[in-house]
């Protein structure tokens, strides 16, 4: 299967806007897990 990068950056800049970050590494701290001992506002 084969997709090509302006496809990539689409789906991935709705997905971005979808979850309110804008960059790789604010999507790593929605999409992870919470640390144990911290609460969920």
Same mark, same amino acid.
């Given at each position: +299967?084969?997709?090509?990068? *302006?496809?990539?950056?689409?789906?991935?800049?709705?997905?971005?806007?979808?979850?309110?970050?804008?960059? *790789? *590494?604010?999507? *790593?701290?929605?999409?992870? @897990? @919470?640390? @144990?001992?911290?609460? +969920?506002?």
């Amino acid at each position: +299967m084969f997709i090509s990068p *302006r496809t990539g950056e689409w789906h991935l800049g709705n997905v971005f806007t979808k979850l309110g970050v804008s960059s *790789r *590494r604010q999507l *790593r701290s929605v999409l992870s @897990p @919470p640390k @144990p001992g911290t609460t +969920m506002a």
